[in-house]
């Protein structure tokens, strides 16, 4: 999909010769009937005259430009910068089935943040054998700088983005959780504002919940780690700079929130405290909202060699003078074989089956299971434990017999690096290809915010794999994304709610 359409044909685009082919659509029945919460937006999009719903993609896709709504994309020789690919056809979660999620995700963060405290004090859930001691020492993610350590509040995860996918059975679930630096809400909040303008009316009919308000939440979490009792905490927001793949969401959340955007080298400790070089002198800083990784946060704590983080910060953090969001550590929670222990974890600590349910996986650690995948590699969905962005991974029924020995090496060398996974059909939506609409795979990527109390986004970011038949919908291999309405259940639900602190 271009950037920005050059010309636009007068090509009127309709629904009526869509098919689901046997894949379970997220806004068409199998009849090709219409779900009831699509009614709306379907209708108005077969009344629209010849050529106008391709006139409101190719502005949808000038306004991203004229935004600059970029990212990066690591080892591309071409440029690093490319507009986000956007397809206005939304994704649509009726209100009932978004209850039980935010019901699911709730208790999943809860647990996971249990977890994360455990680990990095007695230990207990090892101690009682649900999780094996080499399971987690052996993760990459795993940070011994961080025993003993106590968060404000006991609260680990702060911001995360939890990856949804429906199967072919329409059951949904966790693929897996991101916690150390969730990123795409900015995607979320743009995509929203850019629909409204496309298609203003039809939000009202299908009484979409708005997202709008989710900078000022980020915000009152942030201000409720603060370690000082003062009305305006100080809080920025850490990046590792403009060639970063999220820069541009780490100055759109700051100017948001309206807090600054700073730097490692904008940082600097003094008297055990954390400070900001401004041009007025130095100013203390009471939270980070950080968006780089562990290793590079403190050149004394981790990576010697780094120059994007602020020396001494650790100690800083660990006596209790700054806050950091998310804390350090909690990216164990992110490594793929401590996934597969979530319902577990999610049963220790809350004594709960898990409300959704992870996708089925095969820990190549155990040697049974290792075993069965080395002789179904061709079936199906291997990946490295610490990898993301859809890197480390092969898909069996889309890989060669080449792919295949050299994915079967890898996990022989190093079987705790690697689990696997049944190939899911994944639900699609109808996309906008070409002249005509065609159904393309997706996942979804609500963020939950863990600080007064826990709050899930209404919605979240639906990525959508842009080339036909691929089940990668990773920015960096390809995807795309689109606008997700939540269907709200009463009026409440569709004002803006004020953050309380």
Sequence with gaps: ????????????????????????????????????????????????????????????????????????????????ERIFPFDIIPRIVPAHEWEWLERGLKQRIQALNLFINDIYHDQQIIKDGVIPAEILLDAKSYREQCHGINPPHGIWCHVTGTDLVRGGDGQIYVLEDNLRCPSGVSYVLQNRSIMKRTFPQVFDLSRVRPVGDYPLRLLRTLEHLSPRDVANPRVVVLTPGVFNSAYYEHSFLAQQMGVELVEGRDLVVAGEKLYMRTTSGLEQVDVIYRRIDDDFLDPKAFRADSMLGVEGLMNVYRAGRVALANAPGTGVADDKVIYAYVPKIIKYYLNEEAIIPNVPTYICENQDERAYVLDHLDELVVKAANESGGYGMLVGPHSTKEQQAQFAELIKANPRNYIAQPTLSLSRVPTICGDHFEGRHVDLRPYILYGKEIFVLPGGLTRVALRKGSLVVNSSQGGGSKDTWVIATNQEQLTPQSATP
Excluded: C, K, W
Aim: aromatic content about 8%; hydrophobic content about 40%; overall charge negative.
């Design 1 to 80: 999909m271009n950037p920005v359409l050059a010309s636009v044909p007068d090509v009127a685009l309709s629904f009526a010769e869509y098919q689901t082919e046997g894949f379970h659509d997220e806004l068409f029945l199998a009849d090709q009937t219409p779900r009831p919460e699509a009614g709306p937006i379907i209708q108005r999009i077969n009344s629209l005259p010849p050529g106008e719903l391709m006139r409101r993609q190719a502005a949808a896709e000038r306004l991203l430009l004229q935004l600059g709504i970029t990212f990066n994309v690591y080892g591309d020789n071409q440029g690093a």
